[in-house]
């Protein structure tokens, strides 16, 4: 199995940016693709990027192109998400996910393992 540790949450100003990372455990970080999910309070999680195995491709939601950009360090056993022009929709307990395979990238349900998450919210 793998550990995943989500950091950079925090309090942002519309319009503000952070940048979320997420340490893996281990040495086999490259058998994973991984993904950043994000929940509000009273909602479903839902997917807001992607990022294969390779690091070769990258999948957002629609509403992430432009804002968002996911990249991963296999070297050092980190991915990390990216946020520009927050916006107070953007408020939520952001996590880290790692599944073993490149498909569906975009469905919560193939993702094994899942950080505890962290917060980012964005004030008005």
């Known amino acids: 199995q793998v550990q995943l540790v989500e950091s950079g949450g925090g309090l942002v100003q519309a319009g503000g940016s952070l940048r979320l990372s997420c340490a893996a455990s281990?040495?086999?970080?490259?058998?994973?693709?991984m993904g950043w999910f994000r929940q509000a309070p009273g909602k479903e999680r839902q997917f807001v990027a992607a990022i294969t195995r390779s690091g070769g491709n990258e999948y957002y939601a629609e509403s992430a192109p432009g804002r968002f950009t996911i990249s991963r360090d296999n070297a050092k056993n980190t991915v990390n998400l990216q946020m520009n022009d927050l916006k107070s929709e953007d408020t939520a307990v952001y996590y880290c996910?790692?599944?073993?395979?490149?498909?569906?990238?975009?469905?919560?349900?193939?993702?094994?393992?899942w950080g505890q998450g962290t917060q980012v919210t964005v004030s008005s």
């Open positions: 996910a790692a599944t073993t395979s490149d498909w569906a990238l975009r469905a919560k349900t193939v993702y094994r393992y």
């Open positions: 281990g040495r086999t970080f490259t058998n994973y693709a």
